[in-house]
């Protein structure tokens, strides 16, 4: 064991002195160990995955710590990092390491009450006297063992998983897991809650939850990073089955160990840091991966396990003609304040999909074409192929030459979109009527090789690989992945402006709303079209370059072949007016299928006022000809929240959904909504995915349930087979559950108290955030809002509008900023002024508790709340304003939000009757008491790190950009989610 001395002289630190005195370190382990006190160790000599006997073993021990081997693989993997630290960078920066961390752990106090604050001073004070070099690596070492740490953490979640089936003697047998929140358990709970096999079965394929994925810029791991991490996981797993034979095979555990400190030193010594910004298309390429390595086949495998689950249970099959996983996408076609979105981007992301969904069909006919060389066939077939000996692989072959030439097609088109046509001319021209362009007709295919499969009594080979490929076929389609289309409604609006002046009409933005609504009627009625396609260019004084971009979208999506796009969001929809404005847009520009129009409801006045624009809408006979009876309506959790604060915005959502669905019911329209959540509780995220669905208003959801996947949240959740499975089981079952049970609405005294704690904690809320002047300056400084647009993480504008102040400041960069410091004040500002009020009231404190109690959308975003102020750490975020607030009004403001803070901590516990944050969250508990020494680290080397930033000239950041971006990767692994 090597010991270092530091020795500090006397220093301000904020308002404290530092005194020198000795600090002995001793080299331990540098890997998280949860539920031990002990979290040091780079100390195993020969650090290895081998030997620990496998859950279900006889071994007392294992039975008594089910998460032995968690600890074994992250004690290994952190000495390999420490091992891999001294060999190419030296003992001095791995001492530097330990020295921060040990002062970390020596603050937190073993996570007693009690805290040696002089650690904390000393830990600053360390932090400043550290090279810009030395920071940044540092910082890469705390980041890269907390990336490490969740890659085994997320693996050992499913190895609990699985342990749990295997006790229960379900695993084996290929059913999904026995739990509350899957499809194993919820089955087994409604029937015994007396709900009918055949209803329950109706249910569930009839339902659909559409998962749409979204770039926005909350992944800040490199997709090399997220690659080396996807592996080291496989790492894991099939060493779990190396042990799970009894091990002793000493050349295979040798190999494993050998390809894991491959992985962990690539890591080390690969730069983790994105150097361009990406683009659009960049960001679509990168969120379809997970679609092409893991959804591929995790899709058909959840499914099979999901009939298998249903004959068990129900003693039914899973329908061929269900679809409860579908996938969507934004990358590519959300331009929502995205100039960089333009309508060739779209192009190019539809063809590209195309191109792939095509070749991995085709690669899945070639397998086929290896399996089927049975003889017996239904006439159906043998009509088609004549008299051919092995009739299915006839059958096959030409279905694969035009998957084929599908991709050929796609590949052309792209090459003449991107000048590349010296690599259109390499390519015979393949024309449209060569190729699979309607999802339909390849389905039909191969439901009539299945129905002759079946037919012949051939049902494991029709239940097979034939089955897997038309379950694909329903998830993904054609296209791979649909796309939607977003876009604000100003920018609808100005393109109608300029055609009604170009048509001599006046001004259309100057008109009021009924005048607009008259119009847009009239011209929706009307076959004749508006102006001629193209116009726009011939009258540059006229047309704006926004309503040509705008105009050019529409005739973008008129040129679209079917299931290429999904629905038209209008972001920032107010009125009636917008809705009527993107179906005429579309008419005109003649799409023969208009794509569904969804408006988006985000902030607190638009949600207050979507039943009207509804109703109004409902009420105009041109536009119930339009939609046929079906209306998707998106309602957005981040802005709301940003606009009102939490709890305001949350029962918001609630009481718009709760009206607009009894108008749907009223007006026979069924109305499926789309809710636009993020990764953070600020932005509508909830790790409990079964609880938050169970959560949403009675008779809202009805089996249709379309939700975002935004940033890192799809690495999270889809990254890795076993956690895809898991995520689509939760939802699967979750969704189900809420369709089939019956949930009263809450009593008037609930809604009555739940209005005005809204009204209160949007008060306290916006009091700070929007009406003291104090707050913008202290926002910009304490935190690193302003330096997180010069990062290269997102291809999108943190801004709407760049002059703007916080109001035009995205939901993403306002939550991403806050969670860093770990402050995260969009989450509980407000809630613990309006909680307190109520629990001074006498009358009004029993509802308040019996709310808690018994009714699931408080209590859920109680303990949501209770969550995230358990994450937070008001001494850090003091730190930063000590590090970076130099305006003494400023500094007076943090000071009070830290006061509010506290008192809101201690609302939330009279409410929850606990005696601390988390308590009732064992889990989470033992996570913090592991990370936050590690977290604690990367605040301090980020604030240090902004400091030197802001003191620097522009341009000549050098490395401390690199350490910025690794502090922000860092706190995000630590913290679990960003954005």
């Not at 496998?54 to 074994?72: C, F, I, T, V």
């Not at 969740?150 to 699985?162: C, D, S």
């Not at 009555?752 to 809320?765: G, H, I, N, R």
Request: hydrophobic share 35%; with cysteine.
């Amino acid at each position: 064991m090597m010991t270092s001395t530091l020795l500090r002289s006397s220093r301000h630190l904020g308002r404290a002195v530092v005194k020198a005195r000795p600090i002995l370190l001793a080299r331990a382990s540098f890997s998280t160990i949860p539920g031990s006190s002990n979290l040091s160790s780079f100390g195993e000599p020969e650090p290895s995955l081998f030997p620990v006997k496998p859950l279900g073993s006889s071994s007392s021990s294992q039975e008594n710590d089910p998460d032995a081997q968690l600890r074994k693989d992250i004690r290994t993997m952190g000495s390999m990092l420490g091992k891999v630290i001294v060999q190419h960078d030296g003992e001095e920066i791995y001492d530097k390491i330990e020295t921060m961390r040990q002062l970390a752990k020596a603050w937190r106090g073993d996570q007693g009450p009690e805290r040696d604050e002089s650690s904390f001073k000393d830990l600053a004070l360390f932090a400043s006297q550290l090279s810009d070099d030395e920071l940044f690596k540092v910082s890469r070492a705390f980041t890269h063992f907390l990336a490490i740490a969740n890659a085994a953490e997320g693996h050992h979640r499913v190895r609990r998983l699985k342990g749990s089936g295997l006790a229960d003697g379900v695993a084996g047998g290929g059913a999904l897991y026995p739990k509350p929140d899957s499809c194993g358990g919820v089955l087994t709970d409604l029937m015994n809650a007396g709900i009918s096999a055949d209803e329950i079965y109706e249910a569930i394929s009839k339902q659909s939850t559409e998962l749409v994925l979204t770039a926005h810029p909350t992944e800040v791991n490199r997709r090399t990073t997220l690659e080396k991490h996807k592996r080291i996981q496989n790492i894991l797993t099939n060493s779990d089955l190396l042990r799970a034979t009894g091990g002793g095979k000493s050349f295979l555990e040798a190999e494993y160990n050998k390809a894991l400190w491959r992985e962990v030193s690539s890591l080390w010594l690969s730069d983790e840091v994105s150097r361009a910004k990406p683009t659009p298309e960049d960001e679509a390429r990168r969120g379809t991966l997970v679609i092409e390595t893991v959804l591929w086949d995790s899709v058909p495998l959840f499914l099979k396990k999901l009939d298998a689950t249903l004959r068990e249970f129900i003693g039914k099959p899973l329908p061929l003609t269900a679809k409860p996983i579908r996938f969507a996408s934004w990358m590519g076609g959300d331009r929502d304040g995205n100039p960089n979105v333009k309508p060739d981007t779209t192009r190019k992301v539809c063809l590209r999909n195309r191109a792939k969904a095509a070749s991995l069909f085709a690669s899945d006919l070639e397998k086929l074409y290896g399996e089927l060389s049975i003889r017996v066939c239904s006439q159906e077939i043998r009509d088609v192929v004549g008299d051919a000996r092995e009739p299915y692989r006839a059958f096959i072959k030409p279905m694969f030459d035009k998957l084929k030439r599908t991709q050929t097609w796609a590949e052309q088109e792209l090459a003449h979109l991107e000048e590349e046509h010296h690599t259109a001319r390499h390519l015979d021209k393949v024309s449209v009527d060569e190729i699979y362009l309607s999802k339909q007709e390849f389905y039909d295919d191969l439901l009539m090789m299945y129905n002759s499969l079946m037919e012949t009594n051939n049902h494991s080979s029709a239940e097979g690989m034939v089955e897997d490929i038309i379950r694909k076929v329903s998830a993904f389609g054609l296209t791979l992945i649909p796309l939607d289309i977003r876009q604000e409604s100003d920018r609808h609006e100005e393109a109608l402006d300029c055609i009604t002046r170009f048509l001599g009409l006046g001004s259309y933005s100057e008109w009021d709303e009924d005048a607009k609504i008259e119009w847009l009627c009239n011209q929706i009625s009307s076959k004749r079209p508006l102006v001629r396609s193209g116009v726009w260019h011939e009258h540059p004084d006229i047309f704006t370059d926004t309503a040509i971009d705008t105009l050019e979208i529409s005739q973008m999506i008129s040129e679209q072949h079917e299931d290429s796009l999904g629905a038209y969001v209008i972001s920032q929809a107010t009125h009636a007016s917008d809705v009527l404005a993107v179906l005429l847009l579309q008419k005109d520009a003649g799409v023969k299928k208009p794509l569904r129009v969804a408006p988006l409801f985000e902030t607190l006045d638009d949600l207050n006022g979507a039943y009207d624009t509804m109703s109004k809408l409902f009420n105009l006979p041109v536009y119930m000809d339009a939609i046929d009876g079906k209306q998707e309506i998106m309602i957005g959790y981040s802005d709301s929240a940003k606009d009102a604060g939490r709890l305001s915005a949350v029962y918001a959502q609630f009481q718009t959904q709760t009206q607009l669905a009894e108008l749907g019911r009223e007006k026979g329209i069924d109305i499926t909504f789309f809710h636009g959540k993020g990764g953070t509780v600020g932005r509508g995220g909830n790790p409990a995915v079964f609880k938050a669905i169970m959560a949403h208003a009675p008779n809202t959801i009805n089996g249709q349930f379309r939700v975002t996947e935004q940033g890192e949240m799809i690495q999270q959740n889809f990254g890795h087979g076993d956690r895809a499975e898991r995520t689509m089981d939760v939802y699967t079952a979750a969704v189900l559950a809420e369709n089939v049970t019956k949930r009263p609405s809450p009593p008037k005294e609930w809604t009555d108290l739940m209005t005005e704690l809204s009204d209160v904690s949007c008060e306290a809320y916006r009091k700070i955030v929007r009406h003291d002047e104090r707050f913008v300056p202290y926002f910009r400084k304490a935190t690193p809002e302003q330096e997180l647009s010069n990062l290269n993480i997102g291809s999108r504008p943190a801004k709407r509008n760049p002059t703007g102040g916080v109001e035009s400041l995205r939901a993403i960069p306002w939550n991403f900023a806050w969670t860093q410091t770990r402050c995260n004040l969009p989450t509980w500002l407000g809630v613990g002024t309006a909680i307190q009020k109520t629990l001074d009231d006498p009358a009004k404190a029993p509802i308040l508790m019996d709310m808690y109690k018994n009714y699931d959308s408080f209590r859920t975003m109680i303990d949501l709340v209770e969550m995230v102020l358990a994450k937070s750490e008001p001494a850090i975020a003091k730190h930063y304003d000590d590090m970076l607030v130099d305006d003494p009004k400023a500094q007076e403001l943090g000071e009070e939000v830290r006061s509010v803070h506290l008192a809101t901590e201690k609302a939330i516990l009279t409410v929850t009757g606990h005696e601390r944050l988390g308590a009732n969250n064992a889990i989470l508990e033992r996570a913090l008491q592991v990370r936050n020494p590690y977290v604690d680290c990367l605040n301090i080397l980020q604030a240090e790190t902004l400091k030197r930033i802001r003191k620097t000239e522009s341009g000549q950041e050098g490395i401390l950009k690199d350490a910025l971006l690794t502090t922000i990767t860092g706190v995000a692994n630590g913290m679990g989610n960003s954005g």
